[in-house]
């Protein structure tokens, strides 16, 4: 079964606002919308989000390393590439709450587990990329265009997703006048997970984003995604304006 991370899921959605919440300074409420995703959870793939956040806002390490096991066993469960770039992240915070209860063993059975998973994304794919651009199929896309969120950086790598709605809010969110257009594409080279997203707000990749030096081939078109309604649009195009975050390029 593919578990497909999808920004409109209420799980999802109560993660973010509890996520907003901390970012202001109000933690009693992030809390709140934590246990309330958890509350609201009717699979392994929701349980596991809703106990990583629930567990990084414990006071005591036991009542953390208890929820951060919690989330390791839903993700386990599930096994898929949408949820394996999550176990080192996983595994390193149970180690690390295992090395502040002085249980060396633990700790260090653990730190293994979490190198043992790390080193190159392994995602089978499909992989698609939006853009505004007019490609025909064998077209190659290479690195060192401009960025769509800071138009004066020039990209070192190309970026790419297995999710097809990524894709479709890229293409939204590209310059240009052009209609937008989601491409399948397979990566020429080695790839890395994207760290603009690892890590940053969920554990792991679990948006499947992706990056390369090497060109992508355009391989076909999709035409089945989510396209975004003006509202929502508009929405995405404040939160950029506003994100003043640095991007590792």
């Not at 199929?137 to 997703?161: C, M, Q, R, W």
């Not at 999709?222 to 950029?240: F, I, M, P, V």
């Amino acid at each position: 079964m593919s578990m497909k991370f999808d920004p409109n899921n209420v799980v999802i959605k109560l993660c973010m606002s509890g996520m907003s919440l901390e970012d202001s300074g109000n933690i009693e409420d992030a809390v709140t919308m934590f246990q309330k995703a958890w509350q609201e959870a009717t699979d392994d793939y929701e349980w596991f989000v809703a106990a990583y956040h629930l567990a990084r806002q414990q006071k005591s390490i036991t009542d953390k390393l208890r929820w951060m096991e919690t989330s390791l066993l839903c993700a386990l469960k599930i096994n898929d590439d949408n949820v394996r770039s999550a176990y080192p992240t996983l595994y390193l915070s149970i180690a690390k709450c295992y090395d502040e209860l002085g249980d060396t063993d633990n700790a260090k059975r653990n730190y293994e587990l979490s190198n043992s998973y790390k080193g190159a994304a392994s995602d089978e794919g499909p992989f698609y990329h939006g853009t505004k651009a007019d490609l025909m199929v064998g077209d190659l896309l290479t690195a060192g265009g401009n960025s769509n969120y800071k138009p004066e950086l020039k990209i070192n790598h190309i970026y790419f997703t297995a999710n097809a709605n990524g894709a479709g809010l890229a293409a939204a969110l590209a310059k240009g006048e052009g209609r937008e257009r989601v491409y399948i594409v397979e990566p020429t080279g080695e790839f890395e997970n994207d760290p603009n997203v690892t890590d940053k707000k969920f554990p792991g990749n679990l948006t499947r984003s992706y990056r390369s030096q090497e060109p992508l081939r355009i391989i076909g078109e999709e035409t089945d995604w989510a396209k975004l309604t003006t509202t929502e649009r508009r929405k995405w195009r404040e939160n950029l304006t506003k994100n003043k975050g640095e991007i590792i390029n």
